[in-house]
């Protein structure tokens, strides 16, 4: 039972690289979410998607971009990679009035 | 705009002694309230949900919190601490409007000294 699966785990880019970060869930869950964590600032959202081909911005989407082509997948471009963007990133996703369920994380080292 | 507080980030408590996590939210509609435990180099797992039934939240690991509306309140206790315990605890609101989107706490990490 996958449940939510984000690779890669570690990843280490260098400034002005780009790569995205891959999420699937097989829960057949509509609502997925990408989150960023930096010590002692809790979870910051990123943008979120409510179904295939709808997303939106979160709180925090400058740098970052997203595409929803199918239910399962919810991957995260991050087009000129920045020091700032280091950070852990986690996707979740849940159904309508449910708890979310959280990916392993991916660990992004800018430098 | 929903939120939630989580005042101070490290609390630290003997093996057998009481743990308490406070967590405030802020809502202008009844709230869905979470508590969530992450693990060192692991994901966030849910200990618990509030969702309008009973006021007394019983979870996962012997955690349990109580959703006090007067008080704007849902903090997280558990009678004994363990040291497998230890691990950083975050309480969220989800926002509702259609999004399903959580608000996250900053999070308080607990130790757990023998």
């Known amino acids: 039972n996958a449940g939510v699966t984000q690779t890669p785990k570690f990843r280490i880019l260098k400034i002005g690289q780009s790569m995205t970060l891959q999420c699937t869930q097989d829960m057949n869950h509509n609502y997925m979410y990408w989150y960023r964590q930096d010590p002692g600032m809790g979870l910051k959202l990123i943008y979120y998607?409510?179904?295939?081909?709808?997303?939106d911005k979160g709180e925090v989407p400058n740098g970052y971009n997203v595409s929803r082509s199918t239910t399962e997948d919810f991957p995260l471009r991050l087009e000129l990679a920045a020091p700032s963007q280091t950070s852990v990133y986690f996707c979740?996703?849940?159904?309508?009035?449910?708890?979310?369920?959280f990916g392993q994380g991916t660990r992004l080292t800018v430098v | 705009a929903q939120s939630v507080t989580q005042l101070g980030s490290h609390v630290s408590v003997s093996e057998g002694a009481l743990v308490l996590l406070r967590c405030n939210y802020s809502?202008?509609?009844?709230?869905?309230l979470f508590w969530y435990v992450q693990y060192p180099n692991q994901g966030l797992q849910l200990l618990l949900k509030?969702?309008?039934?009973?006021?007394l939240v019983k979870g996962i690991n012997g955690f349990e919190a109580e959703f006090k509306k007067s008080e704007t309140s849902f903090h997280l206790t558990k009678p004994s601490a363990h040291m497998s315990d230890a691990a950083e605890y975050f309480c969220?609101?989800?926002?509702?409007?259609?999004?399903?989107?959580?608000?996250f706490g900053k999070g308080m990490k607990l130790t757990v000294n023998p």
């Open positions: 809502s202008s509609v009844p709230p869905y």
């Open positions: 969220a609101v989800r926002t509702g409007g259609g999004s399903e989107k959580l608000v």
């Open positions: 509030y969702t309008s039934a009973a006021t």
């Open positions: 979740a996703t849940n159904g309508v009035g449910a708890e979310a369920f």
């Open positions: 998607s409510v179904g295939a081909g709808i997303t």
